[in-house]
């Protein structure tokens, strides 16, 4: 079992940085090949980026590649979100989730520890 908690997500205007940050307990994080969803007000969740357990594996969606990177720290249990050049349809709530896998994973049905999410608003 592994619970995760979220924060860093705000109201900011476009154009503008945030860095969303994820704290696991309970295991070995080390384990755990991590992700970030997000959740649109009407829409499905949908992966924003993954990473394997090293780092040394990432994988973003297309809408994010080039301006969002994911990283993790496994001396802190952490792994971070760190979104540039924010735009308003990055609106939503971010989740950080943990899968059991190996590997790096861009589905949600690989994954089997949730985060409750945070708020992440984008303003024009």
């Known amino acids: 079992q592994v619970q995760l908690v979220e924060s860093g997500g705000r109201l900011v205007q476009a154009g503008s940085s945030l860095r969303l940050a994820c704290v696991a307990s309970g295991s070995t994080f080390s384990r755990y090949a991590m992700g970030w969803f997000r959740q649109a007000p009407g829409r499905e969740r949908d992966v924003v980026a993954a990473?394997?357990?090293?780092?040394?594996?990432?994988q973003y969606a297309d809408s994010v590649q080039g301006r969002f990177t994911i990283s993790r720290d496994n001396t802190k249990n952490m792994v971070y979100l760190q979104m540039d050049s924010l735009k308003p349809e990055d609106t939503a709530v971010y989740y950080c989730?943990?899968?059991?896998?190996?590997?790096?994973?861009?589905?949600?049905?690989?994954?089997?520890?949730w985060g409750q999410g945070t708020q992440v608003t984008v303003s024009s």
């Open positions: 989730a943990a899968s059991r896998y190996v590997g790096v994973f861009t589905t949600s049905s690989n994954y089997h520890y």
């Open positions: 990473i394997n357990w090293s780092g040394g594996g990432t």
